[in-house]
């Protein structure tokens, strides 16, 4: 894996998409060149010291314009706190230190098996690069997409026209199924047959991640989880992002999901 | 030329005055792809128990302005595995390694500095006695006289190693507490650790961290460290290592012209691991316009009363 780089990255487009929701794309070339599917950046919003830590964001999307080297990444981003906020004003020009890429990526497998994606809110972030890998690989890619409302599900045609087939969910029902996006998984892992190869990737609320690991499990199928912790640094100095996993001896321990993560193997997280 | 940034610790030379400070920066290995280890004074590693630790659970930090709040309770691999795992890479990136030790009885310490003293590249022991996150031991012996006295006495009699306790701000005098380690034999001092300190999420009325408490670090703690370092340099003989919230070339020299020999930084590289060659030219830089040939007589020159 590359060793990780510290960019001034200038905001080549902000796209608002909700009230909350923007893509922001900065021009980080070596960053695009090499960040992986599942990797992630760590995005320092403000010069000064308040908020003093960056926040770490899954790759959204690494751009190209056609025949040219990666020049840009961008990020999918949810309005919450102060430095969210300062991403979601952002304008053209505007530079952000942007660190990366950093952490495990996710592993992108091969036909005959299927890629399920199952995404909840703002966990769509890490699915669009893994689309990208997947087609690469010429995998058969399903999105499992939840979120409150209709009004919380983007870049709906962007997986639409590259074959991506979408299971929609709402909480208040006003798109696809009503209720969590667990729902529509667990049909159509019921549905599946066992002798068909699957692997499933998720990214979201951790509850929503639990929930695929146990489905996961129950069906006898693999899982990759792109986890989000509180994290400090993002280079494994600081120890605030641990998760419970299983090592290769079956031992349990606080991991860094920096390092050893953001994605884990299902059948390796021990929830609390 | 180049101004000279060598500085003394005991008997230990460092080729400059920057320490990334324990508990910030891994074991070093995790930074070894951003920063030549062997470039910097020294590197304080995360504090070590002979045993293994689990540390608490999160969410383990929070932030607050300018600052954040850490109880990330010394999760940690133990001093065998540090010594068999870490020390070979750290040794051959030609890094001059701090331990900074933590035990929950005297016998702890004096275990893991004879261990240590045995150990090729271990460069000095900083003794951790103001962990204000964990129950037991640590803290127990730096805010008491008398503990701290028996610790570093006890530790001293162990191992030949330049001894640095490193001393907590959560007392009514931290000067006495440097006094203390310095009768009992120690090379240097470091502070501050961090501020005991809570964050309460007013919506829900719980704490922000798993533990309740957690120590405050970084910008927002800064002049009250650069005031405590003052005080210990003013009180001791030996070298102060002042940290608190540096994050930028002035931070450091400020922390000299207090009376720090050398600095630690910590929270600040969480921000940019980048940090370090940027903090060196700063003060050379720094050196140079005030006709300073040597890092080491900027050390407590604060001028006061028209001096």
């Known amino acids: 894996m590359p060793a990780p780089v510290d960019v001034r990255a200038e905001v080549l487009a902000n796209s608002r998409l909700s009230a909350d929701y923007n893509v922001l794309v900065l021009a980080a070339p070596t960053i695009a060149g090499s960040a992986r599917a599942g990797q992630f950046v760590m995005i320092r919003a403000t010069d000064g010291t308040d908020p003093l830590l960056r926040r770490p964001f899954s790759v959204f999307e690494v751009l190209q314009r056609p025949g040219a080297a990666p020049h840009a990444i961008s990020i999918l981003s949810k309005r919450v706190g102060v430095a969210t906020s300062r991403l979601f004003e952002a304008v053209v020009g505007d530079r952000f230190d942007c660190l990366g890429p950093l952490g495990k990526p996710f592993t992108a497998v091969a036909p005959p098996s299927e890629a399920w994606m199952v995404a909840g809110g703002v966990g769509l972030a890490p699915f669009a690069t893994l689309t990208d890998e997947l087609r690469r690989e010429g995998t058969t890619i399903r999105l499992f997409y939840g979120g409150r409302s209709h009004t919380d599900l983007f870049y709906l045609d962007w997986f639409e026209s590259r074959g991506v087939a979408l299971d929609l969910a709402t909480e208040d029902g006003s798109r696809g199924s009503h209720g969590r996006v667990t729902a529509p998984l667990e049909r159509a892992l019921s549905a599946r047959p066992a002798t068909d190869g699957l692997m499933l990737y998720a990214c979201g609320p951790e509850p929503m991640l639990k929930a695929v690991a146990d489905l996961a499990q129950r069906h006898q199928r693999p899982s990759q989880l792109s986890t989000e912790r509180i994290m400090g640094c993002g280079m494994g100095g600081c120890y605030s992002c641990v998760i419970r996993a299983r090592d290769e001896h079956g031992r349990v321990h606080f991991v860094r999901s920096c390092l050893n993560g953001p994605v884990f193997n299902g059948d390796d997280v021990v929830w609390e | ?307």
């Open chain 2, 1 to 307: 030329m180049k101004a000279d940034l060598r500085v003394r610790i005991g008997t230990l030379e460092l080729k400059n005055p920057i320490i990334p400070a324990s508990g910030c920066f891994g074991y070093g290995l995790e930074y070894a792809e951003v920063v030549d280890l062997a470039s910097l004074g020294a590197i304080a590693v995360k504090g070590l128990f002979l045993a293994e630790r689990e540390g608490h659970p999160p969410p383990r930090v929070v932030e607050t302005p300018s600052g954040m709040l850490n109880a990330i309770g010394l999760q940690g691999i133990g001093v065998h595995r540090f010594v068999r795992e870490k020390m070979p890479e750290l040794r051959r990136l030609g890094a001059v390694v701090i331990v900074n030790i933590c035990g929950s009885s005297l016998d702890e310490y004096v275990e893991l500095a004879r261990i240590l003293s045995d150990v090729d590249g271990v460069a000095a022991l900083e003794l951790n006695i103001s962990c204000p996150n964990i129950k037991e031991g640590g803290i127990q012996f730096g805010c008491d006289l008398g503990s701290t006295h028996a610790v570093v006495s006890a530790v001293r009699n162990a191992t030949r190693l330049p001894l640095i306790p490193k001393l907590t701000p959560n007392v009514t005098s931290v000067a006495s507490f440097a006094k203390a380690a310095e009768d009992a034999g120690a090379d240097a001092v470091s502070l501050v650790n961090t501020f005991l300190a809570m964050v309460i999420d007013v919506e829900t009325r719980r704490p922000k961290l798993s533990n309740v408490m957690g120590g405050l670090s970084g910008p927002a703690i800064r002049p009250i460290a650069v005031r405590m370092v003052y005080d210990c340099a003013r009180a001791v003989h030996i070298p102060v290592i002042g940290m608190g919230g540096i994050t930028s070339a002035r931070d450091a020299l400020e922390f000299m012209i207090a009376g720090a020999t050398a600095v630690q930084v910590g929270t600040a590289c969480f921000v940019d691991p980048f940090i370090w060659p940027k903090l060196l030219s700063g003060i050379e830089e720094y050196l140079e316009r005030h006709g300073i040939e040597r890092v080491a007589d900027l050390v407590g020159t604060l001028r006061i009363n028209g001096a």
